[in-house]
């Protein structure tokens, strides 16, 4: 591991989180769980080929939970000295002593945890200076403006690099840890004049720099997509069906995730309730996590608490076969954690009925008359009851082709129906963070518009 990013190097994160487990004990801690994180990163972003900002972070932080019997207390520190680790570590004994018990509090168990923390090799530094960052997002914006003069105006393009490390251990015999990193190019042109202005954006984000799409591709993408907007029409309220874009898509996928994590489960605070073994979707859809995924970027060998992570089946012909649970809202629930403690990894939402061509074009075509949604505004889901009404913009499809683009008006469903009535999902496959979907073609919503 290159020790120019890190101050400090993973044995030493390691010996300090035994140092912290150390005094819990000593303070009268029945049980106790440390993260040490660290990291580096640049981010700049220019506009109209100036320099707008550059920033250079180093930061590092360390959390400590600790348990006394059932109680709870936890506290937080950036300063690595052992006075002010022992101060911290007193400061989560106290919150401990004057908080309830809560009968599901406490480690994971032993036997969830992973021993043996398999390399994903997630870490992929780029030594990159300032210099040839601004560079990076200078070709991109200027890309954007060379694809057509409509092109009149830019929200910047950016460069983001950050690496970190991080080390996590607890009194039950688990640590573990390890370096990871994560890139960025991406760019906002705009398109038009005055009032008729339309904007768009489009980016590329690895963990491994060389993977990242060419500064000039991903400003000509996002110029094109920003010209297609122009001239955009209202639409007359109707019923029809709805083409989300696969960026879009990613989306659906994360609302699946809230909707089934253990929290909104046990709080009832969800339209999936009581849903386990019960199709959820056609039986064409599949949803799977993979954790081990060598290089991506929602994999991990072990969760928030140290729990094992494994490959398995989330949804299988449209049966839900799994939550998504953390060791507290498991033991909430009667269940054990699905080491989801922190979020989901690598999550795939495919179809038996795709095919390898059901590209994009295929999936207009599929659809025939309806919209083709590319951005959604708003907050506009209800997870308790499901309803979904969200502010769209996108495109007017008639017998599978693009008729003129649309703006200014308002999706509505409900996310049960909405989950039911998938009837294709693309092979335009596109990776969103932890999450990789084609489009997905729902039947039928409600497009509310004039």
Same mark, same amino acid.
């Given at each position: ?5 890190? &101050?400090?190097? !993973?044995? !030493? ?9 150390q005094?819990a ?6 049980d ?9 990163g ?5 506009r ?20 006394i +019997?059932?109680?709870r ?22 919150i401990?002593?004057?908080t ?18 398999q390399?994903?090799? /997630?870490?992929?530094?780029?030594d990159?200076? &300032? ?5 990076? #997002?200078q070709?991109a ?5 060379a =694809? ?8 910047g ?12 251990a607890?009194s039950? $015999?688990?640590?573990g840890?390890?370096p990871?990193? *994560? ?22 984000? =690895?963990?491994?720099?060389?993977? /990242? ?7 000509r ?6 010209? #297609? ?8 309220t109707?019923?029809?069906?709805? /083409?989300?874009? #696969?960026?879009l898509a990613a ?10 994590s253990? $929290? ?17 979707? @056609? ?13 991506a970027?929602g994999?991990? @060998?072990?969760?928030?608490? +140290?729990? *094992? ?21 498991a ?14 990894h690598n ?10 061509n ?18 959604l505004?708003?907050? +506009?889901?209800?997870?308790?009851? $499901?309803d979904?009404?969200r ?8 017998n599978?082709v693009?008729?003129?683009?649309v ?5 509505? $469903?409900?996310?049960?129906d ?6 294709? =999902? +693309?092979?335009?496959?596109?990776? *969103?963070? &932890?999450?990789?979907?084609?489009s997905? /073609? ?5 497009v509310?518009?004039?």
């Amino acid at each position: 591991m290159s020790d120019s990013f890190f &101050t400090h190097s !993973q044995d !030493q994160l390691k010996q300090l989180a035994r140092d912290v487990l150390q005094y819990a004990r000593e303070k009268g801690g029945t049980d106790a769980a440390v993260e040490i994180s660290e990291g580096s990163g640049l981010s700049v972003s220019v506009r109209k080929s100036k320099i707008e900002t550059i920033e250079q972070n180093k930061d590092k932080g360390l959390g400590v939970t600790v348990f006394i +019997g059932q109680k709870r207390g936890n506290a937080s520190t950036s300063d690595f000295s052992p006075a002010s680790l022992r101060a911290t570590v007193e400061a989560a004994c106290n919150i401990a002593r004057f908080t309830a018990d809560d009968d599901c509090a406490g480690l994971a168990d032993d036997d969830m945890l992973e021993k043996n923390p398999q390399d994903l090799q /997630l870490f992929y530094p780029w030594d990159i200076s &300032t210099e040839e960052a601004v560079v990076l #997002a200078q070709r991109a914006e200027s890309a954007a403006f060379a =694809v057509d003069p409509r092109v009149t105006n830019s929200e910047g393009a950016g460069v983001h690099v950050q690496q970190s490390h991080f080390v996590a251990a607890n009194s039950r $015999g688990f640590i573990g840890g390890y370096p990871y990193s *994560r890139h960025t190019i991406s760019v906002a042109p705009i398109a038009g004049k005055g009032a008729k202005m339309q904007r768009d954006d489009w980016y590329s984000s =690895v963990r491994d720099a060389k993977k /990242l799409a060419q500064p000039e591709a991903i400003g000509r993408y996002a110029a094109e997509r920003a010209l #297609a907007r122009l001239n955009a029409r209202k639409l007359d309220t109707r019923t029809c069906p709805v /083409l989300f874009e #696969a960026p879009l898509a990613a989306g659906l996928v994360g609302a699946l995730v809230q909707a089934t994590s253990g $929290g909104a489960l046990y709080r009832k605070s969800t339209f999936l309730l009581d849903t386990l073994g019960k199709a959820i979707f @056609p039986s064409h859809i599949q949803v799977s996590e993979d954790p081990h995924v060598i290089g991506a970027i929602g994999s991990a @060998p072990f969760d928030e608490e +140290g729990v *094992r992570t494994t490959a398995r089946d989330v949804v299988k012909d449209g049966v839900l076969q799994g939550y998504f649970l953390s060791t507290y809202s498991a033991r909430k629930l009667g269940m054990k954690t699905t080491g989801n403690a922190g979020g989901s990894h690598n999550l795939s939402l495919t179809s038996s009925r795709t095919k390898k061509n059901d590209d994009f074009v295929a999936m207009l075509k599929k659809m025939g008359t309806g919209l083709l949604v590319t951005e959604l505004m708003g907050q +506009g889901t209800n997870y308790v009851t $499901g309803d979904y009404s969200r502010g769209a913009s996108g495109y007017w499809v008639e017998n599978g082709v693009i008729q003129y683009p649309v703006e200014e008006i308002t999706i509505a $469903g409900n996310m049960k129906d909405m989950f039911q009535d998938i009837v294709a =999902v +693309g092979a335009d496959v596109l990776v *969103r963070g &932890t999450k990789q979907t084609g489009s997905i /073609l729902i039947e039928k919503m409600v497009v509310a518009g004039n």
